[in-house]
T-cell receptor, first 116, second 115 residues
Framework: AQKVTQAQTEISVVEKEDVTLDCVYE???????LFWYKQPPSGELVFLIR??????QNEISGRYSWNFQKSTSSFNFTITASQVVDSAVYFC?????????????FGTGTLLAVQP | DAGVIQSPRHEVTEMGQEVTLRCKPI?????LFWYRQTMMRGLELLIY????????DSGMPEDRFSAKMPNASFSTLKIQPSEPRDSAVYFC?????????????FGEGSWLTVV
């Protein structure tokens, strides 16, 4: 069975601090995809990144970076120099690559509060 | 480009009433998903369609819930009769299924309150 665990329920940091959001996943599939979504206070779900299980290269996009480690089944998300606008709930999700479609299994989310 | 469009954005209804949520997926996408978000259960998949055909409705909580996708550009999620425990945010999402996983894009959600 597939499962995504985000052990950190809430994190509070002060602006300009770096923060890492943890994500650990379980799957029996050899090919799968991992995602991060952001849910700001306004409520919409915003796609941040999609990563193929065959691609373990870390990715950087501005202040955001992602560390994918297959050996530990983790896909962690780091925000560098956090800003108040980063305050949101962040969801990690897993999708199998086989089968008829690509439904997402979500973690429970991490609420990030960035204080000014 | 237009994203996934959901309506209504907010709905308050009385217990026992029928509720219909609507979704227009992104043009060209052939997979459509209905998710529900609650504090207790988080984000859970209710049902998804591929090419307008329901593939898996195992997440639909009970017979009071039904979903349809009459064509590639429209889907509905209906609750009849509604109950207070149905209060949640209902998200519609779509993606382009090409035999491999692609990004799933979400609408802004329909916030349902059943009193």
């Amino acid at each position: 069975a597939q499962k995504v665990t985000q052990a950190q329920t809430e994190i509070s940091v002060v602006e300009k601090e770096d923060v890492t959001l943890d994500c650990v996943y379980e799957t029996r599939d050899t090919t799968y995809y991992l995602f991060w979504y952001k849910q700001p206070p306004s409520g919409e779900l915003v796609f941040l990144i999609r990563r193929n299980s065959f691609d373990e290269q870390n990715e950087i996009s501005g202040r955001y970076s992602w560390n994918f480690q297959k050996s530990t089944s983790s896909f962690n998300f780091t925000i560098t120099a956090s800003q108040v606008v980063d305050s949101a709930v962040y969801f990690c999700a897993l999708s199998e690559a086989s089968g008829a479609t690509n439904k997402l299994i979500f973690g429970t989310g991490t609420l990030l509060a960035v204080q000014p | 480009d237009a994203g996934v469009i959901q309506s209504p954005r907010h709905e308050v209804t009385e217990m026992g009433q029928e509720v219909t949520l609507r979704c227009k997926p992104i043009s060209g996408h052939n997979s459509l998903f209905w998710y529900r978000q609650t504090m207790m259960r988080g984000l859970e998949l209710l049902i998804y369609f591929n090419n307008n055909v329901p593939i898996d409705d195992s997440g639909m909580p009970e017979d009071r819930f039904s979903a349809k996708m009459p064509n590639a550009s429209f889907s509905t999620l209906k609750i009849q009769p509604s109950e207070p425990r149905d209060s949640a945010v209902y998200f519609c999402a779509s993606s382009k299924w090409t035999g491999t996983t692609n990004t799933i894009y979400f609408g802004e959600g329909s916030w349902l309150t059943v009193v």
